[in-house]
């Protein structure tokens, strides 16, 4: 593997991909606002280090809802990994098992959930659910998650409505290639066998009253992906989820949010360590984890960095990314001076006295 950096990456994938999938990937809603100010805003934070503090090597191990994990890195939930590779969902479930860290399951994997539990072989699965208006199918959906291992939900509430990502009108992106399809998406039929996919419908009318619906059908974490404003982040609270997972979808729904950085710091206030709180969106870099663990954040989700390793190199490639950011993180807190995640605190961040 040549690429010395997640953005290396991106551009070894990009020369494997279709340009439709390529697009489909990295794309995000309307002018893009967002999917750029994600990553501008982990850039514009500077970091001014402590010294002489012999704290040796930094521990990176860390436990989130119960799950141990050997870095604070999650798999973000993404759609379609058998459009960046033949071998899909079970290699990005491989190499996550493999390092240690937790995978989120999207509901539009191209691969069942079943299959990919058996890929992992123990590793840690949580799941990712959009809502469906059929309680039915929702109910029968998370007894196969749950009988599957994984050890969380992950509801993503930022999707009322499918955001509009012109990248993939331009290119006729409409619907899958024949052969793969969301094999989350089929209903149990007679005789164990499984029906023809259904699409996956959003909620328009997704509610606080389908959250406490979620609570009452599963005795899993419930986590809430998609949490943007402090407000939310308060009812959050009030209604017993388990964490929250900040982020603005990658920039793919609504256009013009903030970045999740900036956003980051009145929900750290808002939950005040009552919950574990996550955070995803442009993260590439180690130094960008520690930005994020400096202002509230337990742990980060990263999303399209794992397409491309998969895409570059599938399983070997995901394993890539993993070590890649577990080992910059490891060195940005070393030269920050932190032994752990306790000691990187707002104190590392630099305040800018020019800028207004
Ligand atoms: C996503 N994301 C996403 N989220 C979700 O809840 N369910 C899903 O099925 C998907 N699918 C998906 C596909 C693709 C191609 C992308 C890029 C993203 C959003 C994802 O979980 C995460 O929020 C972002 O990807 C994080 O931003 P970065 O790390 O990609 O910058």
């Known amino acids: 593997m040549k690429a010395l950096s997640l953005r290396e990456l991106e551009a070894e994938a990009q020369r494997r991909l279709e340009p439709g999938a390529y697009d489909l990937f990295a794309g995000g809603a309307d002018d893009e606002v967002t999917l750029r100010a994600n990553e501008n805003a982990f850039a514009r934070l500077g970091l001014v280090p ?13 436990t989130l809802l119960g799950c141990r994990t050997s870095m604070p890195i999650v798999i973000a939930p993404t759609a379609f990994h058998r459009l ?14 493999a390092a240690g860290a937790i995978m989120t399951v999207s509901m539009a994997s191209t691969t069942a959930i079943e299959e990919i539990a058996e890929a992992s072989a123990g590793g840690t699965l949580w799941f990712q659910l959009y809502l469906q208006p059929d309680l039915g199918f929702t109910e029968a959906l ?19 409505v499918f955001g509009r990502r012109e990248r993939d009108l331009r290119n006729g992106f409409t619907d899958l290639p024949s052969g793969l399809c969301c094999e989350n998406m089929r209903p149990a039929g007679p005789g164990g066998t499984r029906g023809p996919a259904r699409p996956i419908a959003f909620s328009e009318a997704l509610s606080w009253e389908h959250i406490d ?22 009812m959050a609270l009030e209604r017993g989820v388990d964490a929250v997972l900040v982020s603005n979808h990658g920039g793919r729904q609504l256009d013009t949010i903030p970045a999740t950085l900036e956003l980051l710091p009145p929900i750290a206030e808002a939950i005040g360590g009552r919950l574990p709180i996550l955070l995803d969106g442009g993260i590439r870099r180690g130094t960008d984890i520690v930005k994020a663990l400096a202002l509230g954040a337990n742990a980060v989700a990263i999303g399209r960095p794992v397409l491309w390793g998969l895409a570059a190199e599938g399983e070997a490639g995901v394993a890539h990314v993993l070590e890649t950011l577990r080992s910059e993180l490891e ?3 070393a030269l920050c001076g932190c032994g752990s995640a306790s000691d990187v605190g707002p104190e590392l961040l630099h305040v800018s006295r020019w800028e207004k």
Request: glycine share 8%.
């Open 142 to 160: 998370i007894r196969r998650v749950e009988a599957a291992g994984c050890k969380a939900l992950v509801v993503t509430v930022d999707s009322p």
């Open 84 to 97: 960046a590779h033949p071998d899909g969902e079970r290699a990005t479930a491989r190499a996550a098992a």
């Open 213 to 234: 619906w979620l609570r009452k059908s599963t005795s899993l974490p419930l986590v809430l992906k998609g949490l943007v404003h402090p407000a939310d982040a308060k």
């Open 331 to 333: 060195r940005a807190m």
């Open 50 to 62: 402590r010294v002489l503090r012999g704290r040796g090597r930094p521990q990176l191990e860390t």
